[in-house]
Structures are given as structure tokens and as C-alpha cells.
């Protein structure tokens, strides 16, 4: 079991929102001083946070987690999920309007598009 799989786990088990990067083999996740994006190495479990310059390791978050709860970061995987889940919603509601699964499509080409042409 590698570590970066054990760090991973730590943010899904106690769903706390992140964003994993592996070509950059980092977790971004909310500052737990400031809320805005930290970054932790996946490989050693250090992270600092370039808004306030706070840094510590797994264990801080560890100690931090057993009392408070983490903020919320934006997580694009998880929004196009909601979203697509909500134009399903409305597609049966509404089944005589076919344009929704061509949006619903669209959007798919679109996030592609940027997954591709994005690092
Ligand atoms: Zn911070």
C-alpha cells in the first residue's frame, strides 16, 4: 500500500473535500487556517498553504480533523456530476424535451475539451 494511498484515504474517509493531482502528485485541499487551497506532496504528506504560509504534515490534519471540521474547496469532478445528475432529474420531468440530453451532451464535449487541454 503506498502512502499517497493511505493520504487519500484520510480525506475520503473523514469527507473532507479535495482535489487530487497526480501528474503533480499533490492533494489540494482547504487551509485549515485560512480556507483557501493548501497543497500536501502525495509522496511525503507535507502541505503549505501559499495564502497564509502555514505548513505541517498529515499528522497536523490528523489532530485538526478529531475536533473541527475542514472548509469547502470547489471540486469541478464533483460539480459535473451534480449538474449532470440534475439535468437527468429534469429530462424525466420534462421527457418531451429533447434538448436537454443534447445540453447534457454539450457539456460533456466541453469538459473534455478542457481536461484534455488543461495540465
Ligand atoms: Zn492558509
Redesign the pocket.
Known amino acids: 500500500m503506498s502512502r499517497e494511498y493511505v493520504y487519500l484515504s484520510f480525506f475520503k474517509t473523514n469527507k473532507i473535500d479535495y482535489i487530487y493531482h497526480s501528474k503533480l502528485q499533490t492533494i489540494e485541499f482547504s ?8 497543497m500536501m506532496c502525495s509522496e511525503s504528506s507535507e502541505w503549505n ?6 505548513s505541517g504534515n498529515i499528522i497536523s490534519l490528523i489532530k485538526y480533523a478529531t475536533s473541527n471540521d475542514f472548509g469547502r474547496i470547489y471540486v469541478p469532478k464533483k460539480e459535473q456530476q451534480s449538474i449532470l445528475q440534475l439535468l437527468d432529474r429534469i429530462a424525466k420531468k420534462y421527457p418531451e424535451e429533447k434538448r436537454l440530453l443534447k445540453v447534457k451532451g454539450k457539456i460533456n464535449v466541453l469538459v473534455k475539451y478542457y481536461e484534455k487541454n488543461t495540465v
Open positions: 487551509c485549515i487556517h485560512c480556507q483557501n487551497s493548501a498553504c501559499t495564502f497564509c504560509n502555514h
